[in-house]
T-cell receptor
Framework: GAVVSQHPSWVICKSGTSVKIECRSL??????MFWYRQFPKQSLMLMAT?????????EQGVEKDKFLINHASLTLSTLTVTSAHPEDSSFYIC????????FGPGTRLTVL | GDSVTQMEGPVTLSEEAFLTINCTYT??????LFWYVQYPGEGLQLLLK?????DKGSNKGFEATYRKETTSFHLEKGSVQVSDSAVYFC????????????FGKGTLLTVNP
């Protein structure tokens, strides 16, 4: 139990386009999901806390207009990277609370 | 604020060697403590956790004891295997298990046959 999936697992896009990443809790309902960003050989940086039915809470320094988060149901949260640029290339990981946080496998985004 | 200080890596061991990865923390109140493991190219998996002082978390031969007096949660394993090669993250949560996590920087472990 407590499985979290992410889709896609990897994506390559052109600079200026938008990319949507889905995070799903497969066998439980999660009122809270978290989005992290991980740079190579570094720790996870919390980007935002996503609560079902309400606006996400962003960490300091994270642009909310660039990283749009929607948590429309108890099993799905989405992160949209808008107008992506090469510096947005990273490994994005979501987690869902049950209540311990269970993590998705991550999405590798490469912006050309 | 909350912080986690983790042993700098990388750590390289031979198979069957003893492993210790040190982790100390700073937090208000009584946080929950976690060890997560990340295998190459994958997301994080919960390895073990402890929610109160003197609790011992254990899983797959790994153990860690919540030491409030030393604010530590060191990870240990008596005999490592090649398959244990991964990055290990110590983390804490101040607001119960449902609250956001504060991670250490991670320790890369490589086990050679």
């Amino acid at each position: 139990g407590a499985v979290v999936s992410q889709h896609p697992s990897w994506v390559i896009c052109k600079s200026g386009t938008s990319v949507k990443i889905e995070c799903r809790s497969l066998d439980f309902q999660a009122t809270t999901m978290f989005w992290y960003r991980q740079f190579p050989k570094q720790s996870l940086m919390l980007m935002a806390t996503s609560n079902e039915g309400s606006k996400a809470t962003y960490e300091q320094g994270v642009e909310k207009d660039k990283f749009l988060i929607n948590h429309a149901s108890l099993t799905l949260s989405t992160l949209t990277v808008t107008s992506a640029h090469p510096e947005d290339s990273s490994f994005y990981i979501c987690s869902a609370s049950f209540p311990t946080q269970f993590f998705g496998p991550g999405t590798r985004l490469t912006v050309l | 604020g909350d912080s986690v200080t983790q042993m700098e890596g990388p750590v390289t061991l031979s198979e069957e060697a003893f492993l210790t990865i040190n982790c100390t923390y700073t937090a208000t109140g009584y946080p929950s403590l976690f060890w997560y493991v990340q295998y190459p190219g994958e997301g994080l998996q919960l390895l073990l956790k402890a929610t109160k002082a003197d609790d011992k978390g254990s899983n797959k031969g790994f153990e860690a004891t919540y030491r409030k007096e030393t604010t530590s949660f060191h990870l240990e394993k008596g005999s490592v295997q090649v398959s244990d090669s991964a990055v290990y993250f110590c983390a804490l949560s101040s607001g119960g298990s449902n609250y956001k996590l504060t991670f250490g920087k991670g320790t890369l472990l490589t086990v050679n046959p």
